[in-house]
């Protein structure tokens, strides 16, 4: 990025911060020799970031001899940015700093299928209640990031069709969120939210990354070159309504047959293990068989594996990813699960893909609400959002 800036003498203020987004502090040295303008150039673009508060002087600056170097830092409390999870029968609120720390949360009971109304006003609600705790007055809120548990077109906020989320449906939330609180909302589908904090939480080097959502539904979000893939309408990794081999006479919610998450979810491996004669009733009981070894779950998780192996094994050949993280209430079934998913796309796959692919469970159940914090996080420090700040100013 240095090369690139460094040609640009019309460096705005919003690009030099990005230079402090590494996490380390930087002087007005180094910051002239990385951007090759003046010293007095620097300081004009430097003054704007003190004057709105998002840079600071470091307090511990020390120096070799002679005068100390001001060190100059990203204050991770200069402003708060609001991450919120609808699940289908819960969600929660939180505030995040600019590192991406959670500072404050909420978890509630909440039904999405009491529609956008009466969600939306909890979640803003809740905000309001979280930042009045924290001391933080409503305008150092700049950017709501949303996870839904449904397809959603990122561009603008609204969900598009989504299965389990009746009046949701083309619903403008951005617009809504905006009549009780004024900032920028960004909208996602929960899978990719699981992915962003996922790789933010455990894999902050690897550049290359699927996470799949195993549970009901089934889903992935795709990293590749460090960013999150959303596709053109924000569809990208929705593999649960890829045909699969097998199944092709099963019906999916979707109106196709054969889909993956027909034959491979919670509610086809639960109409298995019944039909094999263990009787189960929920995702709950199939985890708790398979922890008890009995047979006729062990069978179904692996088979289901090996299903969501297939589909995967084409996805490795398109993306050639570093890692695959098995995530969502099916991977709880340990390895079983993952065992199928290894033993068809370790055998699909070709040797140069899969040498140093590593296939791994989630470790951390708070990746959606981080994720949702990362995606507002890096709107809120993008270079064009600062340049629009400043000018308000």
Partial sequence: MAEIIRTNLGLSSGRLLQFFRDGEPHTKAELANLTGLARSTVSLRLDPLLALGIIGPMTDATSTGGRPSARLHLKDDAFVVGAVSFGATHAQASLADLSGKILVSIEAKRQISDGPEVCLRWMTSELKYLLAGLGIQEDRLLVIGIGI???????????????????????????????????????????????????FINFPEVENLIFLKAATGIGSGIIAGGMLQRGAQGT????????????????????NFGCLEAIAG????????????????????????????????????????????????????LLNPEIIVIGGSLSSAGEHLIAGVREVVYGRSTPLASENLTIVQSRDSKGEIVGAAVMAIDYALDDATIDQMLEAM
């Avoid at 890829?242 to 092709?248: A, C, D, N, P, Q």
């Fill in 149 to 199: 548990p449904g397809p959603v077109e990122h561009t603008t906020g609204r969900p598009a069709n989504p299965p389990i989320m009746p009046g949701w449906d083309a619903f403008d939330i951005p617009e809504r969120v905006n009549r009780e609180i004024q900032a920028k909302v960004l909208v996602d589908n929960e899978v990719n939210m699981m992915a962003l904090g996922e790789r």
């Fill in 266 to 317: 919670a509610p086809a491996i639960i109409r298995r293990v019944n039909e094999a004669g263990l009787p189960i009733r929920n995702t709950s009981d199939l985890i708790d068989a398979t922890r008890r070894s009995k047979v006729e779950a062990i069978r179904a998780v692996r088979q289901a594996g090996r299903d969501i192996g297939e589909v995967l094994s084409t996805c490795v050949s």
């Fill in 236 to 255: 990208a990794g929705d593999i649960g309504h890829v045909r699969t081999l097998v199944g092709t006479d099963v019906a999916c919610h979707c109106g």
